[in-house]
């Protein structure tokens, strides 16, 4: 957990029961039926006057799927560990991915990480001017 997270949890008030919920009103919540988190989560970023249009309009069954939703963490956190270096092994164990090809598509590098990738690879020029000489 990072200490930042750590830090806020610690100055929430807490029951003293150890295997109490974190958020008890999402802690009884059967699997498959969170649409309440991904609620939640859209009233705040609305509220914060953030634009989360749809990506992807309901057609039929199923949901709406907006550009930015409670879901869009999963992507920004993985994608940030990976723009720190972190390897995607270690990446994959922390985002609860069990193959590596999930573990790819949540990824989505920065410009300059792919940039300094690039600038890694030695002069091409200077290997070539002290093979002349």
Do not use: W
């Not at 610690?10 to 009884?28: E, F």
């Not at 989505?108 to 091409?124: F, G, W, Y």
Request: proline content about 3%; hydrophobic content about 35%; glycine content about 10%.
């Amino acid at each position: 957990m990072h200490t930042d997270l750590e830090s806020y949890l610690l100055t929430l008030p807490s029951s003293d029961k150890p295997d109490g919920y974190l958020c008890p009103t999402l802690g009884g919540a059967q699997a498959g039926h969170r649409a309440s988190l991904s609620r939640d989560f859209g009233a705040i970023v609305e509220a914060a006057g953030i634009d989360r249009r749809a990506g992807r309009e309901k057609t039929g069954k199923g949901r709406t799927f907006f550009r930015l939703g409670f879901h869009s963490l999963h992507h920004t956190f993985n994608s940030m560990i990976a723009d720190a270096g972190v390897s995607i092994e270690l990446r994959a164990k922390l985002t609860g991915h069990t193959t590596l090809a999930m573990n790819d598509r949540y990824t989505h590098l920065a410009d300059a990480t792919k940039r300094r990738a690039i600038e890694s690879i030695p002069s091409l020029a200077k290997n070539l001017s002290r093979s002349k000489t």
